[in-house]
């Protein structure tokens, strides 16, 4: 019987290795010497992995087993040179970062990729270990600015499906010059009391989607800044935090302008603000145009609605000045729920560039079960179906 088997076995093994190209091309951060103990520091060894599998002509996948995996510096994963388009990180397991956060201090990334094309990572969790560096900045003591988790910079083609960020030192995901990248399934936490632990941030990027996440941190679930085209977001539920945030926009007089933006399904839960639009009070090239927020729930939002264009945290840099940015064709499509203060919509605009072409469409927004208040500055638009409260436009 043993023997009668032993062919088919062969042929089965020959079968597997000539056609499952991806055993091939697959590269464990194990082989290199990593240690899924938690305290060896692997750097080395995911750098040698990614080495062979960007050098690799075809499809290759990084794999990172079950087991806490030390990332003790900041690593940068550079595509310049690639040979592979085509490259996949699986992670089963978990990377830390290191628990001091002088190390990173003012690195300003834990993990980089950088002019990489054709880049997926599929699963793991992404420890960030954070907390120290929160007490830190919120005890008033001068400490380092801390490290973004994960950062995608100058790459195209990129995936990121089911991956869980924890406790980042600064924000969790930053893609800043960026096309045609897709994430889904994303888990991203730290607590609410967490200073600068944006969710995702998107600028200079185009063609950026966003699906079935969840973020709960202590500032923006999403923050969407300047340069940023063609982005969709849809099914996304924030809190606690700062809310879905287009903005800070007009920090430079000279800045690109963010526009085709959807965000669709969002749920906001005990969040600062909804959907928001923010401006600097200065001088600026910059705009927001062609916007549609859809379908969004509050739970006890306090600025549900909000576009400010006169932000000038503690009165630097722009007293006296006004917002160059021109915020238009802003549209909020069935928004309903509860707002924790009794304005719950509020369009406080530039009075150099108004608002133009705002639309409220099916907005429901209560105060203590009661009725809410809208108020208006410098914002233009028409308001259409059930309006409550009572559109100011
Ligand atoms: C976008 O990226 C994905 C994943 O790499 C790829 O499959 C797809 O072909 C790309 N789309 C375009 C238009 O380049
Ligand atoms: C973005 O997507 C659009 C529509 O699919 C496409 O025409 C355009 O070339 C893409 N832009 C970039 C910069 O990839
Ligand atoms: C706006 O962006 C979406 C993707 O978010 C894209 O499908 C659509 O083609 C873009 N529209 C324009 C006018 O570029
Ligand atoms: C309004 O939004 C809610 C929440 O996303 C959704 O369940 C409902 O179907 C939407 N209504 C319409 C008419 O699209």
């Known amino acids: 019987m043993a023997n009668a088997m032993r062919p088919t076995l062969v042929l089965a093994l020959l079968f597997f290795l000539s056609f499952n190209s991806s055993f091939a091309g697959t590269y464990n951060v194990i082989t290199y010497g990593a240690k899924a103990d938690g305290v060896t520091d692997t750097t080395n060894a995911f750098n040698a992995a990614w080495i062979a599998a960007c050098g690799s002509i075809e499809a290759a996948t990084i794999i990172v087993p079950g087991g806490r995996f030390l990332v003790g510096s900041n690593m940068v994963f550079n595509g310049g040179s690639c040979k592979s388009s085509d490259i996949t990180i699986t992670i089963k397991g978990t990377l830390v970062a290191p628990g001091d956060y002088n190390v990173l201090g003012n690195t300003g990334y834990w993990l980089s990729f950088e002019s990489v094309n054709g880049v997926s990572i599929v699963g793991g969790v992404l420890d960030g270990q954070g907390s120290s560096l929160w007490a830190c900045k919120t005890s008033g003591k001068s400490c380092p600015s801390g490290a973004t988790t994960l950062a995608f910079t100058n790459s195209k083609n990129v995936v990121v499906n089911g991956l869980t960020s924890l406790n980042s030192q600064l924000y969790h995901i930053v893609f800043n010059g ?161 707002s924790a203060t009794k304005v719950a919509v509020k369009f406080d605009c530039s009075s150099e560039y108004p608002c133009t072409g705002i639309t409220l469409e099916n907005v429901q927004l209560t105060y203590k079960n009661q009725r809410a208040e809208a108020s208006c500055a410098n914002a233009a638009g028409t308001a259409s179906g059930l309006v409550q409260p009572n559109s100011c436009l």
């Open 178 to 338: 960026c096309q045609n990248v897709t994430m889904h399934g994303i888990r991203l936490s730290a607590a609410g009391t967490s200073p600068n632990t944006d969710g995702i941030h998107i600028q200079f990027s185009t063609n950026v989607t966003v699906l079935n996440s969840r973020v709960g941190t202590g500032d923006d679930c999403v923050s969407i800044g300047p340069g940023t085209q063609n982005l969709w977001i849809e099914n996304i539920a924030c809190g606690p935090g700062h809310g879905v945030s287009i903005g800070s926009l007009g920090k430079s007089a000279n800045e690109d302008g963010v526009q085709n933006v959807t965000v669709r399904r969002a749920t906001f839960s005990g969040t600062q603000n909804g959907f928001r639009i923010k401006s600097w009070a200065r001088p600026s090239t910059g705009f927001a145009q062609n916007i549609l927020f859809q379908h969004g729930i509050m739970n006890n939002v306090q600025n549900p609605i909000v576009i400010d264009q006169n932000y000038c945290p503690n009165n630097q840099d722009c007293p006296g000045q006004v917002s160059g940015i021109q915020v238009s064709d802003v549209t909020y499509n069935n928004v309903s729920g509860s």
